[in-house]
């Protein structure tokens, strides 16, 4: 498997802009996690969905953000409209709720930089 | 509710010297405890885990850690280590028959000296 894919790597905008990443889980992975990552703050938990369906957004900072699943194989995270703040690195990560365990698997990021 | 907490922001080492990594957990259920890396510009990889059994887990790249239930403690040590360990190491806990979600520690930072 080629393991969590994100897309894009780098990604360079202005204030005010929409941005929109994307993550293609590990088939078979029934969980999908958004995290971020910033210097001042760590690794935080935005959102994870299980089968689909958002579990847990109490992480997203604020309305300007959003997350969608549409289907097993793909989810988006946009930020509209985007802000120097919101510069870091954005992880998705899935999991198998059948692993007892509990394992997370990462991408490797997209490092967003708002100016 | 679980929690993480890791007491070294930075460990610098020199090259060849042990290294421990300190990581303490919060949980009233039992619990899966991983060490995670994250190399410059990566995304992080799992180091190695704990699920139940032995309490010594032996991971990659020659790391290991301790289980210890009533320290509610997870240190992850080496015994000598190399420049190529330079990197952040994250600490993790998930509870027993919850979600799939992880909570993380807020990372250390080992520095290998030459």
């Known amino acids: 498997d080629a393991g969590v894919i994100q897309s894009p790597r780098h990604e360079v905008t202005e204030m005010g802009q929409e941005v929109t990443l994307r993550c293609k889980p590990i088939s078979g992975h029934d969980y999908l996690f958004w995290y971020r990552q910033t210097m001042m703050r760590g690794l935080e938990l935005l959102i994870y969905?299980?089968?689909?369906?958002?579990?847990?957004d109490s992480g997203m900072p604020e309305d300007r953000f959003s997350a969608k699943m549409p289907n097993a194989s793909f989810s988006t995270l946009k930020i509209q409209p985007s802000e120097p703040r919101d510069s870091a690195v954005y992880f998705c990560a899935s999991s198998f709720s059948e692993h007892q365990y509990n394992e997370q698997f990462f991408g490797p990021g997209t490092r967003l930089t708002v100016l | 509710a679980q929690s993480v907490t890791q007491l070294d922001s930075q460990v610098p080492v020199f090259e060849e010297a042990p290294v421990e990594l300190r990581c303490n957990y919060s949980?009233?259920?039992?619990?899966?405890l991983f060490w995670y890396v994250q190399y410059p510009n990566q995304g992080l990889q799992l180091l190695l885990k704990?699920?139940?059994?032995?309490?010594l887990v032996k991971g990659i790249n020659g790391f290991e850690a301790e289980f210890n239930k009533s320290q509610t403690s997870f240190h992850l040590r080496k015994p000598s280590v190399h420049i190529s360990d330079t990197a952040e190491y994250f600490c993790?806990?998930?509870?027993?028959?919850?979600?799939?979600?992880?909570?993380f520690g807020t990372g250390t930072r080992l520095t290998v000296i030459p």
């Open positions: 949980s009233s259920v039992s619990v899966y």
């Open positions: 969905f299980n089968n689909n369906v958002p579990i847990d």
């Open positions: 993790a806990v998930s509870g027993y028959g919850g979600a799939n979600n992880l909570f």
């Open positions: 704990y699920l139940s059994g032995s309490t």
